[in-house]
């Protein structure tokens, strides 16, 4: 009985932090005087900026600069201010809903320069910009801030001015600040989208989405996972660096304490008797719980992008990872790219906004390119007339390049314990394979034993040409190809030679390798690819090589990933390291089962299990790493490549990860249906990120 009275007193709390999303409390009537322009039925729309406030340096130093972006029209979310119960009225009509809840802030907004706005009161509002030509999106923004403030300019104006230039209308929502009231944010946000709604087909509005960064991300989470009705869900969500999580470990703390108050108020338990301090701290956790926006997602969370740099110190990259993993659980069309820079707070603007204004550099860096071209190319497919598909061509459709030579790893075959004299080690163990290797139309290789083998490309062979006409040379890359095949066969053309074509076009030299299948015996495969990069090695400098590095597909990326953490010296371990749609774990959970069955059996050994789970294996010396995969992946769970690169990014490895909503698994750098494959539309950003990741390796 005990039990059951406090499960219901418990229920009534999270009950009631529930129900105060919908019904927030009380103040402030203070108001800048703005220019009216119109007066529809009390509601007052206004253009201009608020009256006596003094622009920072900085800010006179962008806005001299023609960074400032004034909207076409400003309208206020609460004319009559927070303390009545009604909104905006048009012709007799109620347009949105009264703010039920003040936040108990008073007096004139304060710039604090940077950029930023506070005190966000009776002046909540949402700026309106509109583009020449209207191609039917609009997007309702929401600036970060740790809801203590608001970037009006990096997250606010300049987004809008990056819409309107692609043609999406654009709302910028100077929302109130909590100040306690946790509910306000919220309130704004669902009323811009109430009054964008309403006022959709006057300009010619067919989607409506949200955007937000930092703590405006988290406000954007709850946007898109918190909506009350129709009116109020957005059509897709746009997620930049974001705080999602209220997990303690992983929180932004000052979003936390800013919007639901300190975890530690209830620490002092002199201060309150004991009831109080008992419930206060369940209904503390159940409001952590309930603004983590991770847990919130279900199957009809709208479309998202998430974009986020692995090096943010300010909000810990696994919020997004976290709030990714929730999207794919659901099956909800994601996008995901971790950049390896950036940082927190690159927002809109390639020009830094920090407290010292002659700072004016861009920490997204090279990286701005690509995060702006896909998020245009992912706002355009979800319009009905779709986004314009590129056609890469990477590879011809009959690969005819011949390799420079080719090199056998066990000249005297299986049973003799050496390699290539001198340079590479012997086979170790034999994988059992007698008889004629298997080999299919598609150059798909089985029963590969004494005859383990690499193609060694190089550019000048290829008889390939540069953009100007002349031979390609080589560049003093080398990249080791391990194709997948479920450790059953390897896929030698498709995740082969047409890589190595790819790679040859960059003047990057290659070694595709044919490596023994397991066959019950987990060690071959790597021993085969460990003495590839001793062979190498052993003529990197007649070959004018300076660093070698790996990449693998699918199965072929789990054997890469054993190469880039199970290496046992200088000569065997990667520079940098390629995953494509990778199996990493070998956990019943989420590994590909044939993977797991063909390289360490059906057994449940542990040891095994443990030791090629290659999350576990990550450490600080991994090289710089390279993750692309589809969110759609069925085959190989996208729970792999998530565990490795958290690991990564706990040994502080250099890295970055790349999700794209469709493809499925198996894509590689060519299909048999290249152009009609589902990844098509994204191989040319898969490929600006790889080309920008090569380049910018380190010596």
Not at 519 to 534: A, E, H, S, Y
Not at 538 to 566: D, K, M, N, P, Y
Request: aromatic share 10%.
């Amino acid at each position: 009985m005990k039990s059951s009275i406090l499960f219901i007193i418990k229920a009534a709390i999270v009950a009631t932090a529930v129900l105060a999303i919908s019904q927030p409390d009380s103040s402030g009537q203070q108001r800048h005087k703005l220019r009216p322009v119109e007066i529809l039925d009390g509601t007052t729309v206004l253009l201009g900026t608020p009256s006596g406030n003094q622009p920072t340096p900085i800010e006179s130093r962008l806005g001299d600069s023609g960074l400032d972006f004034p909207p076409d029209r400003t309208v206020y979310l609460y004319p009559l201010g927070q303390m009545t119960a009604q909104g905006i009225v048009e012709n007799g009509v109620a347009v949105t809903e009264g703010p039920v809840v003040a936040n108990g802030l008073t007096g004139p907004e304060k710039p604090t320069g940077k950029g930023f706005i506070g005190n966000v009161t009776d002046s909540a509002r949402v700026d309106l910009y509109f583009p020449e030509r209207p191609n039917g999106q609009m997007v309702i923004c929401a600036p970060g801030g740790g809801y203590g403030g608001l970037s009006i300019w990096n997250e606010g104006s300049y987004v809008a001015k990056w819409m309107n230039d692609r043609g999406i209308t654009c709302a910028v929502v100077k929302y109130r600040l909590p100040n306690g009231h946790r509910e306000v944010p919220l309130q704004d946000m669902q009323n811009a989208f109430r009054y964008c709604r309403y006022h959709a087909a006057e300009w010619d509005v067919k989607q409506i989405g949200v955007i937000g960064f930092s703590a405006g991300g988290h406000l954007a989470t709850t946007v898109e996972t918190m909506y009350s009705d129709s009116l109020t869900k957005p059509d897709f969500a746009v997620l930049i660096y974001p705080v999602v999580s209220f997990r303690t470990d992983i929180t932004h703390m000052g979003t936390h304490d800013n919007l639901i108050g300190k975890t530690d108020a209830w620490g002092e338990r002199d201060e309150y008797s004991f009831e109080q301090w008992y419930w206060g701290q369940l209904a503390h956790r159940d409001l952590e719980e309930l603004y983590s926006s991770e847990r919130n997602v279900t199957a009809w969370t709208p479309p998202t992008f998430i974009a986020v740099s692995t090096d943010d110190r300010t909000v810990p990259v696994i919020n997004s990872v976290l709030f990714y993993q929730a999207l794919v659980k659901h099956q909800v069309p994601t996008e995901l790219h971790i950049y390896p820079y950036g940082g927190h707070g690159w927002g809109f603007s390639d020009s830094a906004i920090g407290i010292d204004p002659s700072l004016i550099r861009d920490n997204l860096q090279s990286c701005r390119t690509e995060f702006s071209r896909a998020l245009e190319r992912w706002l355009a497919g979800l319009r009905a007339d779709g986004a314009p598909v590129e056609e890469p061509t990477p590879a011809p459709a009959d690969f005819s390049i011949p390799p420079s030579r080719t090199v056998h790893l066990y000249p005297d075959g299986q049973l003799a314990d050496h390699g290539i004299d001198g340079i590479t080690s012997g086979p170790g163990v034999s994988n059992g394979a007698t008889g004629e290797e298997v080999v299919d139309g598609a150059l798909r290789f089985r029963n590969v034993g004494d005859s383990a083998r690499f193609d060694l490309y190089f550019p000048e062979d290829s008889g390939l040409k540069d953009s100007q006409g002349k031979p390609l040379k080589r560049n003093g890359r080398m990249v080791v190809v391990c194709p997948g095949g479920g450790y059953l066969y390897s896929s030698q053309r498709g995740e082969g030679q047409y890589v190595a074509d790819w790679f040859l076009r960059q003047g990057i030299s290659v070694a595709v390798v044919n490596y023994r299948m397991p066959c019950g015996q987990p060690t071959v495969p790597l021993t085969d690819i460990q003495n590839v990069f001793r062979y190498c090695r052993h003529h990197a400098q007649e070959w004018e090589i300076r660093s070698v590095g790996i990449i693998g597909f699918s199965a072929g990326g789990h054997l890469a990933a054993t190469a880039s953490t199970l290496f046992v010296d200088a000569a065997t371990r990667p520079d940098f390291s390629i995953l494509i749609y990778p199996v990493i774990t070998m956990d019943a959970a989420y590994t590909h089962r044939g993977s797991r069955e063909n390289l360490i059996g059906t057994a449940k050994d542990k040891v095994l299990i443990r030791k090629y789970s290659l999350e576990n294996q990550v450490k600080p010396e991994v090289p710089p790493t390279f993750i692309a995969l589809s969110s759609d992946d069925k085959t190989v769970p996208p729970e792999n490549t998530i565990s490795y690169y958290n690991a990564l990014v706990e040994c502080g490895v250099t890295c970055e990860m790349h999700s794209f909503p469709t493809g499925g698994h198996g894509w590689g750098f060519r299909t048999e249906r290249f152009g009609k494959d589902s990844i098509q539309p994204y191989r040319s950003d898969f490929f600006a990120s790889l080309s920008r990741f090569l380049r910018e390796l380190p010596e």
